[in-house]
C-alpha cells in the first residue's frame, strides 16, 4: 500500500478545484483580423445569429448586445428588426434592416454542427483516507488538527475507460457595411457545455474580447 501525506494530497485537491473553475468549455480554435482595416472602430454593429431555435437566436443576439455595449448604443440585435428567420433568405432585407438600425458592420454566427467524438480516459490513481470516519471533523473526537493531518491515505487505481465528447462548433464573421468584406472572423469549439446558455455567454466574451483586443469596437 502506497502512503500519500494528506498535505500533499490538499494542496493536490485545492489546486485541481482552481483550474476546473477557472477553465472555459468554449475555446477560438482560429480567429483572423484584417490586418488592412485602418477605418476607425465600429460604431453600431448588427448581430444575426443563424440558429434553428428562435429563442437560442433571440438569447445569442441579446448576449452579444450586452457585451459590446449594454446601453445597445454600438450594437442592435436582429431580432428586432427581422423577427422571422425567413428575413435572412434575402439579402435585400438584411440590407434595409442595416439602414435601419444605422450600422456599420453586422456580426453573423452560424451554427456549424455538433459532432461525437470518442476519447480514451487514461486510468488514475485516487487517494482515500485509513479511517474515512475521523474525516475534517476529527478534532471533535480530540485529535485537533494534528489527529486530522497525521492520518494517512492509501491509493485505489480506477482502470481507463472511453468517453463520447459532445462537441458544438460555431462560425462567426464581421463584416463592414461599407466595404462588404469581413474584417473579423473565428472558429470556437464548446466541448461538453453544460448547456446553451453556458455557450452563448461565453462566445459573447470571447469574440468580443478579442474584437477589442485588435481595436475594432470600444
Avoid at 466595404?179 to 469574440?207: D, H, M, Y
Wanted: aromatic letters at 12%; proline letters at 5%.
Amino acid at each position: 500500500m502506497h502512503i500519500v501525506k494528506p498535505f500533499k494530497l490538499l494542496f493536490t485537491a485545492v489546486l485541481l478545484i482552481v483550474l476546473t473553475g477557472c477553465s472555459s468549455s468554449t475555446k477560438l480554435i482560429k480567429r483572423w483580423h484584417d490586418p488592412d482595416y485602418t477605418g476607425p472602430k465600429l460604431q453600431k454593429v448588427l448581430v444575426l445569429g443563424l440558429f434553428k431555435e428562435e429563442s437560442q437566436r433571440r438569447a445569442f443576439e441579446s448576449a452579444f448586445v450586452n457585451q459590446i455595449d449594454p446601453t445597445g448604443k454600438q450594437a442592435v440585435a436582429g431580432y428586432t428588426l427581422m423577427p422571422n428567420m425567413e428575413d435572412f433568405d434575402s439579402k435585400e432585407e438584411i440590407k434595409a434592416a442595416v439602414e435601419k438600425a444605422g450600422a456599420d458592420s453586422v456580426l453573423i454566427t452560424h451554427f456549424k454542427g455538433n459532432i461525437k467524438k470518442a476519447r480514451e480516459v487514461p486510468g488514475r490513481v485516487e487517494v482515500i483516507p485509513d479511517n474515512p470516519a475521523y474525516g475534517y471533523g476529527g478534532y471533535r473526537y480530540g485529535l485537533g488538527y494534528g489527529g486530522y493531518y497525521g492520518s494517512t491515505y492509501q491509493t485505489v487505481y480506477r482502470d481507463s475507460f472511453t468517453t463520447m465528447d459532445s462537441i458544438v462548433q460555431l462560425d462567426t464573421q464581421v463584416f463592414s457595411v461599407a466595404t462588404e468584406k469581413p474584417v473579423w472572423s473565428g472558429f470556437t469549439k464548446s466541448i461538453n457545455p453544460k448547456s446553451g446558455e453556458k455557450i452563448i455567454q461565453e462566445l459573447a466574451r470571447l469574440i468580443t474580447t478579442d474584437m477589442r483586443k485588435n481595436g475594432l469596437i470600444y
